[in-house]
Nanobody, 126 residues
Framework: QVQLVESGGGSVQTGGSLRLSCAAS????????MGWFRQAPGKEREGVVA????????YYADSVKGRFTISQDNSKNTVYLQTNSLKPEDTAMYYC???????????????????WGKGTLVTISS
């Protein structure tokens, strides 16, 4: 089992920034990537950005390229999501998630993730 805990959400104005964190614990060796997903009210959950924890390869959704940056601190089993130039359409609950077995692909398919955190809410006001 892998436990994921997100933090860092909040309310900011358009153009602001937030740094989200996802701390992993448990049998983290079972997974090789972690992704950030978001779900806005009335919308489907979508993959935002992911990172392969071994090699550091990253994948970004087009909607956040150039504004969001994912990074990791393997010594802390923590993945970070730096969000800049935030827009009202970025408002959502943000989740981190991981597959239960070694994964191949972008790691942004929410329906293929096995472990989920409880989420952290990001609200952007105009």
């Amino acid at each position: 089992q892998v436990q994921l805990v997100e933090s860092g959400g909040g309310s900011v104005q358009t153009g602001g920034s937030l740094r989200l964190s996802c701390a992993a614990s448990g049998y983290t060796y079972s997974t090789n990537c972690m992704g950030w997903f978001r779900q806005a009210p009335g919308k489907e959950r979508e993959g935002v950005v992911a990172i392969y924890t071994g090699g550091g390869s990253t994948y970004y959704a087009d909607s956040v390229k150039g504004r969001f940056t994912i990074s990791q601190d393997n010594s802390k089993n923590t993945v970070y999501l730096q969000t800049n130039s935030l827009k009202p359409e970025d408002t959502a609950m943000y989740y981190c998630a991981a597959p239960g077995t070694p994964y191949v692909g972008s790691c942004l398919r929410w329906d293929e993730m096995d472990y989920w955190g409880k989420g952290t809410l990001v609200t952007i006001s105009s």
